[in-house]
């Protein structure tokens, strides 16, 4: 019996930008309390389920990316103080934490969608045999992400309610890079050549999901090279629309279209209705135009409240950096102290520019106390060091007045035990280590030699 030869099916995998700032957006999306949900069979959303990643991983990333921030930020001072540029230092002190990415349009996260064709999903007789073909689909996915993009990817999910079966996945490229001869910490998506390469990324993908059936996607990108090298034509360019994007499109060419259609109405209606519309635009512009001094007054405000924000943040930063201020989080909760002994004068200009603005302080606060402490905790470590290098020199020395002591008449060995012992014990006051039970117990026991 002649049998038709079976549809091919493409996989398809597609890379969206992603900001930081987009993570909440993506979040309600995710859980089905916002975004566009036109698309969404809510009965099936129940059967949605997590792939790769902990159910915090939103906050977990953002939390890491501030991380990155303040550590590039506490490295930043730490360099410019060591190199005694004072007002750079002042500068960055003042500007606070920047952003680890690089300026792009496209964000420095992506997201994965990773899917295929509805009809191949539906293409098995039974619920089980469907049921078992998505498994499939994300365990090949989950492996595809993982061999790829290893630990830069903090969440992957699988969606089963809406048309087709597919799976999202966010990558967050973090590395570290060389910088002026500091490290620093960037979200740097190009560390991966699949992102870098799109061509890549599409050979992956179809070499990868092969095993079940599924084909690599069109090859555009040399059908252009190829159209371009015969002089000819080369094909459209599809760029591919995502679903809230063509929803918006379709309802604002509904709107127009409405649009037009009641403006056809209105000139057939003759000349009452005409009066009537033009009666409508005077009210409208007499609307706008309060509107538009509505809003010019918000923006007025918001200006004057950001700027106020702004001055406030510079005030604490250069009254850190002049060693006016001080923070002090023994508590666990940043507080701006003044430094007793800081000029008067000063102190009176910095409490002037910041009282304007609470918010400004406060993230003033938040910016610097993880500096702050970073560097007190870097400082500790150092501090520690040398008492520790010093106690050993300390240490070999007195080992040496024991050895010469050995060599003289007892009544010169019990004269210099007596010197040595209290030598010792202000040697170790000064650096802050003491008399332990074993040091005297030494000591006890050279005296007795």
């Known amino acids: 019996m002649f049998q038709p030869p079976r549809p091919k099916f493409a996989v398809v995998c597609r890379f969206q930008g992603l900001f930081p700032a987009d993570i909440g957006g993506y979040e309600k999306h ?21 792939v790769i990643g902990e159910a915090d991983w939103a906050a977990r990333t953002i939390a890491m990316i501030e991380d990155m921030k303040a550590e590039n930020f506490a490295d930043e001072i730490k360099t410019l103080t060591r190199r005694r540029r004072k007002k750079q230092l002042k500068e960055r002190m003042a500007e606070g934490p920047r952003d680890p990415w690089r300026a792009t349009r496209h964000g420095p996260m992506r997201e994965v969608i990773l899917t295929a064709n509805r009809d191949w999903f539906d293409a098995l007789p039974t619920p089980a045999a469907r049921k078992a073909r998505a498994q499939a689909f994300e365990d090949v996915a989950r492996d595809w992400l993982l061999k790829n993009f290893g630990e830069d990817v903090v969440h992957a999910r699988a969606d089963l309610d809406e048309q087709a079966f597919h799976i999202h996945a966010v990558i967050v490229p973090k590395v570290q890079v060389d910088l002026n001869g500091t490290k620093r910490w960037m979200l740097q998506p190009s560390k991966h050549e699949l992102i870098k390469d799109y061509e890549a990324a599409q050979d992956s993908v179809g070499k990868h999901f092969a095993t079940l059936g599924l084909m690599r996607g069109e090859r555009r990108a040399e059908a252009v090279r190829q159209a371009r090298q015969n002089g000819e034509e080369p094909p459209a360019y599809r760029q591919h629309v995502r679903t809230a994007d063509w929803r918006k499109s379709e309802d604002t060419r509904i709107v127009e279209t409405r649009a037009e259609l009641g403006k056809r109405a209105e000139a057939l209606a003759g000349e009452e209705a005409d009066l009537e519309q033009k009666q409508d635009a005077i009210t409208a512009r007499e609307s706008a135009v309060v509107l538009r001094e509505s809003a010019t007054t918000d923006r007025e405000r918001a200006a004057e409240t950001k700027e106020q924000e702004a001055e406030a943040v510079l005030a604490i930063g250069q009254g850190l950096a002049a060693g006016a201020f001080d923070i002090d989080d023994s508590d666990r909760t940043p507080v701006l102290v003044e430094v007793p002994t800081a000029n008067p ?34 400082a500790r470590d150092e501090a520690e060091a040398v008492v520790a290098r010093d106690t050993v020199e300390i240490r070999f020395a007195d080992e040496k007045i024991v050895e010469i002591a050995s060599r003289l008449p007892e009544a010169d060995r019990r004269a210099i035990g007596k010197i040595r012992i209290s030598l010792t014990a202000r040697i170790m006051a000064l650096t802050g280590r003491g008399e332990g039970n074993e040091g005297r117990s030494k000591d006890g026991d050279d005296e007795r030699s």
Do not use: E, Y
Request: hydrophobic content about 35%; cysteine-free.
């Open 345 to 378: 004068g000063l102190l009176s200009k910095l409490r002037a520019r910041m009282a304007p603005s609470s918010a400004g302080r406060a993230r003033a606060l938040h910016v610097f106390s993880k500096a702050f402490t970073r560097l007190r905790k870097q």
């Open 30 to 50: 995710r859980t089905r309390n916002g975004g566009d949900l036109g698309h969404v069979d809510p009965t099936r959303s129940h059967l949605n389920r997590p």
